[in-house]
């Protein structure tokens, strides 16, 4: 009987608050990584669960072949989701289950667990801790569907008796959930590769409307700033307002030319004695208590002063 893998990817990275598993490594992807660690590491089948971000992590699995895909569709619900839906997708037999976010595990982990393999089943150590990777028996593949909620297999693995295999020190136990963390491994395990600078404070946020890609990473910039309220046109101050063209009040026969709406400019009403501009005239249009006949291109008529007739 073949021992087979399994590869959790489901998971929602809340904690670094972005698809961790899309960070890069030497193989392209963590991801990428890891699915190709395991299917060399183990004579049967593979299987990769997907969840949060399914998509993207399908793509990034591209081209890895003799790996088959399975969608968890509880992945919010917890861990035990994901394993079981991975397991479903499984033939029969022992299974080495793999946490996609250990990135710094390599063939010599796995190899060890291979060899120390055991009904129930086997968990790797650390200082005496119990922890990912871990091999499940056939006694532990059929028990695993009483575990509920955001658990794995650990629990299960030490109740039925499985064995614990101390595996040292090293990068293998450490699981990429924050910068920090992705910045630690890339350091320990020597990798030089053309990725994105780490983020000045915290997980990428999305930039802002206008705002450059790149100002999520890095040092804040003033690109970033919140955008507060727009302030009110001053060409009547006679100041220079972004609303003008080229930063100039309008002349006096102009109107503040609204570019984002594409109004033209019209002709600026005369002001008479006894006349206000805009009184007793709706505006629905928000321009600004312009009279209509103004918007229409036609100077108001001061009944105190009618224009002359002609001849």
């Known amino acids: 009987m073949s021992l087979h893998g399994l590869l959790l990817a489901a998971g929602g990275a809340s904690r670094m608050g972005a698809p961790k598993l899309l960070l890069p490594a030497p193989e392209g992807t963590l991801l990428r990584r890891m699915a190709l660690l395991l299917r060399e590491s183990v004579p049967g089948q593979v ?31 917890g861990l035990s989701q994901s ?7 499984l033939p029969e037999g022992p299974v080495l289950v793999l946490p996609a976010d250990q990135g710094g595990v390599g063939p010599g982990e796995l190899e060890a667990l291979l060899r120390a393999f055991r009904e ?36 299960l693995l030490l109740a039925l008796g499985a064995r614990v295999v101390e595996l040292g020190p090293g990068p293998w136990s450490l699981d990429v959930d924050t ?7 890339v350091r320990a395990l020597g990798w030089t590769l053309p990725h994105p600078p780490l983020p000045w404070r915290g997980p990428p946020t999305r930039p802002s409307s206008g705002a450059p890609p790149s100002s999520a990473w890095g040092p804040p910039s003033s690109s970033m700033a919140a955008p507060g309220p727009t302030p009110a046109p001053s060409w009547r101050s006679g100041t220079p307002s972004a609303s003008s063209p080229g930063g100039r009040p309008p002349s006096s026969g102009e ?15 005369r002001r008479k004695e006894g006349v206000q501009v805009g009184q007793g005239c709706p505006h629905p249009t928000g321009q600004g208590g312009v009279p209509r006949e103004a918007r229409q291109g036609v100077e108001p008529v001061d009944p105190a002063h009618p224009p002359p007739q002609g001849p």
Not at 52 to 73: D, P, T
Not at 83 to 89: E, S
Request: aromatic share 4%; no cysteine; hydrophobic share 45%.
């Open 47 to 77: 299987a990769v669960v997907l969840g949060h971000e399914a998509l993207l992590h399908r793509r990034a699995l591209e081209g890895v072949r003799r790996v088959r895909l399975a969608h968890s569709r509880n992945w919010a619900l």
């Open 83 to 89: 394993l079981k839906a991975g397991l479903r997708a």
């Open 120 to 155: 129930p089943g086997v968990l790797s150590g650390h200082g005496g801790v119990a922890m990912s990777p871990a091999l499940l028996g056939k006694e532990a593949r059929r028990e695993v569907w009483r575990i509920q909620g955001d658990q794995g297999a650990k629990g």
């Open 179 to 185: 910068w920090e963390a992705y910045a630690h491994l």
């Open 255 to 269: 109107v503040p030319e609204a570019a984002e709406k594409g109004q033209k400019l019209l002709p600026r009403p």
